[in-house]
C-alpha cells in the first residue's frame, strides 16, 4: 500500500506561484502514474495533470502553459510547479496513483490510492 502527502499548498497572490509536493512512502511509486485533482468548494474533484511511468503527460486545458508536473523517482515524489496562479485555481489539491500502464489517465475511477490534499487559494 502507498501512502501520500501534499505540501506546498498556501496563501498566494494571482500571478504567484506555488510548487506542490506529492511525497509516497510504503514503496515506490516509479512505476506508477501520478496525477493532481483539485477540488473548489461546491464543485466535482477535477483532474489537473498527470505524469506516466515512462513520462507522458496531460494537463487540463486551462492550466496548460502554467503548470508543469515533474517526478524525481530518486526521492519517489512528484511535484506540480504552478506558475501564473488565478482566482479560480483555488482548490484543495490532491495527489492518487494510478497502476494504469496504457495511456494518461485523467479519470478519477483510474486512481487507485488519494493523499489527504493541501489548500491553494489565490487572492484577487
Known amino acids: 500500500q502507498v501512502q501520500l502527502v501534499e505540501s506546498g499548498g498556501g496563501l498566494v497572490q494571482a500571478g504567484g506561484s506555488l510548487r506542490l509536493s506529492c511525497a509516497a512512502s510504503?514503496?515506490?511509486?516509479?512505476?506508477?502514474?501520478v496525477g493532481w485533482f483539485r477540488q473548489a468548494p461546491g464543485k466535482e474533484r477535477q483532474f489537473v495533470a498527470a505524469i506516466t511511468w515512462s513520462d507522458d503527460y496531460a494537463y487540463l486545458d486551462s492550466v496548460k502553459g502554467r503548470f508543469t508536473i515533474s517526478r524525481d523517482n530518486a526521492k519517489n515524489t512528484v511535484y506540480l510547479q504552478m506558475n501564473s496562479l488565478k482566482p479560480e485555481d483555488t482548490a484543495v489539491y490532491y495527489c492518487?496513483?494510478?497502476?494504469?500502464?496504457?495511456?494518461?489517465?485523467?479519470?478519477?475511477?483510474?486512481?487507485?490510492?488519494w493523499g489527504q490534499g493541501t489548500q491553494v487559494t489565490v487572492s484577487s
Open positions: 492518487a496513483t494510478s497502476s494504469l500502464r496504457v495511456g494518461v489517465p485523467a479519470a478519477r475511477n483510474q486512481y487507485d490510492y
Open positions: 510504503g514503496r515506490s511509486f516509479s512505476r506508477n502514474a
